[in-house]
Nanobody, 113 residues
């Protein structure tokens, strides 16, 4: 199982980023996926989840209305579109496979002026 996140960057408050997680080594289209994040000095927290076929999504309160999780099963990739970013969104963002319980290496998102 391999998960490779990308798309993290330094962005100003109010800006947008799209994170990607490319998956391999398992039957991607049969597993639910989530994004988590971990800010410095804080515990890792769940951000969003998407069902195996993409029809069901759930969000943490902090992400509702600003973030959108999606997936492309033909490309074995899950995305996190993040809009209206705030400094408190600064964290390392990880993707996670439910059922297999595997993590990627993370991608750094920094929101700062």
């Amino acid at each position: 199982v391999q998960l490779v996140e990308s798309g993290g960057d330094l962005v100003q408050p109010g800006g947008s980023l799209r994170l990607s997680c490319a998956a391999s080594g398992f039957a991607f289209s049969t597993y639910g996926m989530s994004w988590y994040r971990q800010a410095p000095g804080k515990e890792r927290e769940w951000v969003a989840r998407i069902s195996s076929e993409g029809g069901i999504t759930n969000y943490a309160d902090s992400a509702k209305g600003r973030f959108t999780i999606s997936r492309d099963n033909a490309k074995n990739t899950v995305y996190l579109q993040m809009n209206s970013l705030k400094p408190e969104d600064t964290a390392v963002y990880y993707c996670y496979v439910h059922g297999i319980c595997s993590w990627g290496q993370g991608t750094q998102v920094t929101v700062s002026s």
